[in-house]
């Protein structure tokens, strides 16, 4: 396992780290937008409920979801040694500079724009991962008294009413707009990262790289975001009775 700690001991080593989890995640929000446009299905949350038991519930997707919490942290650790390694490489900043001129307003600051990505993951995987895994569900801090919500069902069983929580999560102004600010940062973030895992890992030729270029500015740094934006301002909007 020499190789290994070679490999993340070095500048490329480790940017080839963050090359292959950022594009693994990226595979995750195209599987994570299809699972929850479920929410824009005028059933009562009952599509959505059956996709998160089952996400939550199936072996394969349960063994393939250690891969996605390994991701997300090897990612987030790599970028933090790169910006370290990066800022003590050239302790003394230039008399003049101008970044601006030499490279894209996202690509000089990814490192916030994953602050506030990795804010939000927490933040989000408390409101539902972590009450559709652990339970019991809560709602602003409160646990939820049996019977206060609608009951719903998979194959005959009662299982958790994730809906109902996301709704109530999505009828506050605040938590709207923190996940709005979000998928921007998200956005702005994709849109270089993308085209750069696929620089990093030398994927890059002129018949194709227009390609990843289109994909990673229309695909994931606008439409995906875009939806997933869109869903709790759809909610919002529905629990309040404006515009529906």
């Known amino acids: ?51 998160s038991y089952f996400m939550t519930h199936n072996p394969l997707i349960k063994t393939i979801s250690y891969l996605l919490y390994a991701s997300i942290i090897a990612h987030a650790v790599m970028a933090l040694v790169l910006t370290r390694q990066n800022q003590a490489s050239r302790p003394i900043k230039y008399a003049y500079a101008r970044p601006e001129a030499n490279s894209h ?7 916030i724009l994953g602050t506030i990505i990795l804010i939000f993951i927490v933040i989000h995987m408390r409101t539902f991962w972590y009450t559709m895994h652990f339970g019991p569900i809560t709602l602003a801090g409160e646990e939820i008294q049996a019977g206060s919500i609608p009951e719903v069902t998979y ?29 921007a940062a998200l956005s702005f973030h994709l849109v270089h990262g ?21 994909v990673g500015t229309y695909v ?7 939806l997933f934006a869109a869903m709790p301002v759809y909610i919002y909007l529905k629990v309040h ?3 529906f």
């Open 241 to 243: 009775h404006i515009l």
């Open 220 to 226: 994931f740094g606008i439409l995906i975001p875009a």
């Open 105 to 111: 307003w996202t690509s000089r600051n990814m490192g």
């Open 155 to 183: 194959d005959g069983e009662p299982i958790k009413n994730l809906y109902a929580v996301t709704t109530f999560a999505f009828s506050y102004l605040w938590y709207v707009l923190l996940y709005v600010a979000s998928m």
């Open 1 to 51: 396992m020499s190789w290994v700690t070679t490999s993340l001991s070095s500048s490329l080593g480790r940017k080839v780290v963050m090359s292959l989890t950022g594009l693994f995640l990226c595979t995750f929000l195209v599987v994570h937008l299809v699972g929850n446009l479920q929410l824009f299905k005028g059933d009562e949350g009952q599509s959505f409920n059956e996709y």
């Open 194 to 214: 993308f085209q750069s895992g696929f620089q990093t890992l030398g994927l890059r030729h002129k018949k194709y790289s227009p390609l990843i270029e289109k």
